[in-house]
């Protein structure tokens, strides 16, 4: 039975790592401001969460570069088209959500 339950993991494992490297790939906020010019001040950038809300991103304000994929950045929240009044931290940055608004 436990050879089985092992058989049956080794081969999910080997059907579902082809379907895992084909799909798109949003990264991290940092990695995909670490791609942009300026470190991605002044880019407006989504999470993939929020595609079912219309005008919704944060345009970036400031960004400190930690390591490869880290760091800290600030930008103003536009939800639903509505703009907040000051930069926030911006939060999750490390969920690999995150794509370069297209305008």
Same mark, same amino acid.
């Given at each position: 039975s436990?050879? &089985?339950? $092992? #058989?049956?993991?080794? $081969? #999910?494992?080997? /059907? #579902? %790592? ?6 798109a790939?949003? !990264?991290? #906020?940092?990695e995909?401001l670490? *791609?942009l010019?300026?470190?991605g001040?002044?880019?407006? $950038?989504?999470r993939t ?10 345009? $970036?304000?400031? /960004? ?12 103003i ?5 509505e703009a907040a009044e000051?930069? !926030?931290?911006i939060? *999750?940055?490390? %969920?690999?959500?995150w794509?370069v &608004?297209?305008?």
């Amino acid at each position: 039975s436990s050879g &089985v339950r $092992v #058989l049956g993991q080794q $081969v #999910l494992k080997q /059907v #579902l %790592k082809p379907a895992a490297s084909a799909k798109a790939k949003p !990264t991290n #906020l940092f990695e995909t401001l670490y *791609s942009l010019p300026q470190l991605g001040v002044g880019a407006k $950038v989504t999470r993939t969460i929020w595609a079912k809300y219309p005008n919704t991103y944060y345009t $970036v304000t400031d /960004v400190r570069k930690g390591g490869a994929a880290s760091g800290k950045a600030w930008g103003i929240l536009t939800w639903k088209g509505e703009a907040a009044e000051a930069a !926030t931290k911006i939060r *999750s940055p490390r %969920k690999p959500q995150w794509l370069v &608004v297209k305008e």
